[in-house]
């Protein structure tokens, strides 16, 4: 079967990025999560002091963005790849409240969009990718041959993503998190820069009351299909 791009855009906390690791692990392709990207460069910011009360220092950004470096190496033990900024493995402080809180205002800016979707274009550069984000259907790879537009109910994704931080040992309140769910929704959809819209060829996928293997069928499906054509 030919290697092909699989585009996976949506919502936040529709997993998307558990549907297309699992994905990209079946059929031996490369996963980039590129929510991941924007959430390292928002957390290099938070650690040089780049943002302060919810307001970036866009100048300081600007200057300091070739010294950025993000990349991603398989952990073994996961069978993942986990996200690294800086050669530091950052995988788990980019997931946590703080970060969520400020992504999208980082996200929203367009020399950072246009240095993540440079990188973007390199990894998936030799087809046979797995990326999922918010624009890869219609800005990273407007030709890839598989798109899938993800979504489910904003409460649904609150408690999934309530359940993933109460798992790790993290305090979190599901009210919070809602919020911050309904929030990031909104600025994702109404950001100037690359917002989220489903790319007019893309297949919709709605979770809200899907299991994770009936997900995973169903995107095989996709998958066997796209590449055929
Ligand atoms: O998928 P996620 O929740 O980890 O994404 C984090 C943030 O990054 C989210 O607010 C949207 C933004 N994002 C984006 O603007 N473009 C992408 N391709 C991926 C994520």
């Known amino acids: 079967m030919r290697k092909i791009t699989i585009a996976i855009d949506g919502f936040s906390s529709c997993g998307k990025s558990t549907m297309a690791k699992d994905l990209a692990r079946r059929v031996g392709y490369v996963y980039v999560d590129t929510g991941a990207m924007y959430r390292a460069v928002t957390l290099y910011c938070l650690e040089h002091k ?8 866009v ?12 990349s991603f190496r398989l952990n073994v033990q996961t069978g993942c790849p986990d996200t690294y900024l800086n050669g530091t493995r950052v995988e788990d402080r980019i997931r946590g409240m703080e970060v969520s809180a400020q992504v999208s205002t980082v996200a929203a800016l367009d020399f950072v969009r246009e240095a993540m979707v440079r990188q973007q274009q ?6 046979g990718v797995v990326m999922d984000g918010r624009d890869i ?4 790879f407007p030709d890839a041959e598989l798109k899938i537009f993800v979504t489910a109910s904003a409460e649904v994704r609150a408690q999934r993503r309530y359940d993933e931080l109460r798992a790790k040992g993290e305090e979190a309140s599901f009210e919070d998190i809602l919020q911050n769910v309904q929030h990031r929704d909104y600025l994702d959809q109404h950001r100037e ?5 489903q790319a007019v060829d893309a297949v919709v996928l709605d979770n809200s009351n899907m299991s994770i293997a009936e997900q995973n069928e169903w995107l095989m499906n996709q998958l066997m299909q796209a590449a055929r054509e």
């Open 122 to 127: 390199l990894m998936g550069a030799e087809k």
């Open 59 to 70: 100048d300081a950004l600007r200057q300091q963005m070739d010294q950025i470096h993000i």
């Open 137 to 140: 259907g219609t800005v990273v």
């Open 50 to 57: 780049l943002i302060a009360d919810g307001k970036v220092d």
């Open 193 to 197: 820069v690359s917002p989220l819209v």
